[in-house]
């Protein structure tokens, strides 16, 4: 879905529920890394392509640089607005970043600020600062384009993703301690 900013926020196959047809993803850095398609979000999918911009404003691919160097992607969904985002949030940090530092690749997808309007940059930098997540990527997207990322329409919503870009494992709502994404994480890193 595009925002008439040029912003990719998926692509999907016709006859998928993750949104309509924009053709493939960018290739990127390391195109045997991209899959092809059709997309989803459910287990064994390939996950719908995005092109987010980050805090400062920098477009950040799911299948762009840092996909082609880690072996794991957790993608987070966010609002500022959702209280079990605010514990999920800082448990990003300390549960995955700080656990498996940059085997894991983990990027948060922030919707909405806590008035239920759209997230700039500022808000997104106060984000980071208030939750301390150094290691993961905070990414500014819509409303609209974060539907194919969330899980049964919750929030949070987790996904972990093998590192072909396969969904591995699908979490709605928040878990303390992240035990599932974990034990994903634990199963497909030896992969």
């Known amino acids: 879905m595009g925002d008439g900013g040029g912003r990719d926020a998926g692509a999907s196959d016709a006859g998928t529920d993750a949104g309509p047809d924009q053709g493939p993803p960018d290739l990127g850095p390391c195109p045997d890394r991209v899959p092809s398609g059709p997309y989803g979000s459910d287990v064994g999918d390939p996950l719908v392509p995005f092109r987010f911009p980050d805090c400062a404003g920098e477009e950040q691919a799911l299948y762009g640089l840092a996909h082609c160097t880690a072996s794991v992607t957790v993608v987070n969904v966010?609002?500022?607005?959702?209280?079990?985002?605010?514990?999920?949030?800082?448990?990003?940090?300390?549960?995955?970043?700080?656990?498996?530092?940059?085997?894991?690749?983990?990027?948060?997808?922030?919707?909405?600020?806590?008035?239920?309007?759209?997230v700039d940059g500022a808000e997104c930098n106060a984000w980071v600062e208030r939750f301390?997540?150094?290691?993961?990527?905070?990414?500014?997207?819509?409303?609209?384009?974060?539907?194919?990322?969330?899980v049964d329409d919750s929030v949070p919503s987790t996904l972990v993703l093998d590192r072909d870009g396969r969904v591995r494992l699908t979490l709605d709502g928040t878990e303390p301690g992240l035990p599932n994404v974990r034990a994903a994480i634990d199963a497909v890193l030896p992969e």
Do not use: H, N
Not at 105 to 115: E, K, M, P
């Open 78 to 118: 966010a609002a500022g607005w959702c209280e079990p985002c605010f514990q999920e949030t800082e448990e990003l940090q300390a549960e995955i970043v700080e656990r498996y530092g940059g085997a894991v690749r983990v990027v948060q997808l922030l919707f909405q600020d806590a008035s239920y309007g759209d």
């Open 132 to 150: 301390g997540t150094v290691g993961v990527e905070t990414l500014v997207a819509t409303i609209a384009e974060v539907g194919p990322y969330l």
